[in-house]
């Protein structure tokens, strides 16, 4: 039996690992990032002449719960064609066998190193509003992202905001989306999903995020789960926007009514956050337009300071001009 | 009269899934025997390099020592106790062979076993070139921690080799023969310097062909070691985090 150099087995690794794309159109460029259970490469579409993302399963077989998420993951994907969700392009199984799914090559940065660049809270509300737009549409069509985190989103060279990695992604009921595929496709995925939610019990397993994850989630209550679990993720990565940034704390009323969102969106309760992204979202808005949020009762001089704070200048205006009156009364009575 | 049998390549387990564990748990007694040819064709290198260096044995008791750590497994039924949800089948023989090795320090019976085992015919003088003709450095892999990490190089490095074993005669079978000469010239013996153009070259042929010939033999590799790792892997679950292992990827 041959014997094998610690470098012969570092080369078998190396070079099994390599997906091997004989027979496809694409021609890969280099490994971009590694998954829960697939890694992702750069390629080059040859027949379009575009750079692509391909994300191929480690191990090779189109049959098996891995490759069955791989798919599922590919075909919710293809369910949500929003312009704050990557698109695919195509699916399909190499010819070492590995399963793979092609995707728009997103050049940018994972948000949690973004938003050490952006210093406003506006901007960085203003990003999270548009995580919040893109979760809501997957909502609309009946599919929870159930791994909602900084790590998985990505913002593009030009600015967009892209939520990735819907791997974990399940599916609720048949899609709103009037424009859904007519085929049986929900049962489909329902059953698939029957797999993805015997993976987060059969081994006493949770799929998910520490420390992002509903406590529903965290406790593998997957048939219970709904659009309030992501709202769970959501509050922890608002709260993330707003504290990662060590040199600033926020404090006064801006403090107070954000972290009341915070607050309300990460209930351990579900029945106590918000009932969809949109109220969610709405509040966010409101916040940013300098009106009351629903998430916190303000006291009297609250309510006035945000007044004078969203009307400075016409309060300004019409103090400026009753000061000038009282001063040419004065003048006259004189 | 001890039974020496043979283990050689083509004495595989046939390529059902996780069929190894079944079948050493099976009513058949011939099934539960190729469910150990299979074990011990990938094991029992490792085990014997385990016995050398974590029990400090000299050579002949540890080829003792595995002989009978095989045969006992199948005497004793001891799969049938491997619990797939508490550890993997790696970790669960090598605290198997700990507990032998203890027994039979324990009790004078070696000589007893030796009369009665079957012995298998295993090229323990490989495995000592392998150590370096007897050069130990047991100081190195004291820790629990390094030791098993010795174990588990060990066994992919016999998981491989039985790949390659099955390649080569895959190769020969699909007159393949040239590819697989490239894939031992780049993969096995190549160093940092070998490059495709000079592979080419040295065979006269274009460099397109040495890169077809390499997807292939290694394509082939990659499927005929997964194929023998889903042999000994107890479940999906166990073939992931040991696939993981095998390659190098990283487990999650």
Known sequence: MEHLSDRALARLRNGAEIPDLTGTRYRLLGQVARGGMGIVYAAEDQDLQRRVALKVLEVPGAQGELANRLLREARVLARLEHPGIVPVHDVGTLADGRVFYAMKFVEGQQLDKYIESVTPTPDRLRIFLRICDAVAFAHARGVLHRDLKPANVMVGSFGEVLVMDWGLAKILAAPSDPDAPTRDFSSIDRAKETDGASLVTDHGRVMGTPGYMSPEQARGEVEGLDARSDIFSLGVLLRFLLSHRPSERSSGRTGRALEAICVKACAQGREDRYATVQELAADISRYLDGLAVAAYRESIFERLARFYGRYRFFILLIAAYLLVRVLLVLFYHH | ?252
């Open chain 2, 1 to 252: 009269m001890p039974q020496d049998e043979i283990i050689a390549g083509d004495a595989r387990f046939p390529a059902t899934r996780w069929s190894v564990i079944e079948a050493s748990r099976s009513a058949d007694g011939a099934e539960r025997q190729r469910a150990l040819e299979t074990l011990c064709q990938a094991y029992w290198k490792p085990v014997y390099k385990y016995v050398r260096l974590r029990w400090n044995r000299t050579p002949e008791d540890a080829q003792d020592l595995t002989q009978g750590f095989f045969a006992e497994m199948l005497e004793r039924e001891l799969l049938k106790r491997f619990d797939s949800g508490k550890s993997r089948l790696r970790t669960y023989l090598r605290l198997c062979v700990d507990s032998f090795v203890m027994n039979q320090d324990k009790a004078a019976s070696r000589q007893k076993r030796g009369g009665e085992a079957q012995h298998l015919a295993l090229d323990f003088h490989g495995a000592e070139e392998e150590l370096g003709n007897g050069t130990i450095d047991a100081a190195a892999i004291a820790s629990p921690e390094s030791l098993e990490e010795f174990f588990e190089k060990e066994w992919v490095r016999s998981l491989f080799a039985l790949a390659i074993e099955d390649l080569r005669a895959l190769s020969a079978e699909r007159k393949r023969d040239q590819a697989f000469q490239l894939f031992e010239a780049y993969d096995l013996d190549g160093d940092d310097h070998t490059s495709y153009q000079q592979l080419a070259q040295r065979y006269a042929i274009p460099v397109t062909d040495v890169t077809n010939a390499l997807a292939w033999v290694r394509r082939e590799f990659r499927r005929i070691a997964l194929e023998r790792l889903r042999e000994i892997c107890s479940s999906d679950e166990e073939f992931r985090r040991e696939t993981k292992t095998a390659f190098g990827w990283d487990a999650h």
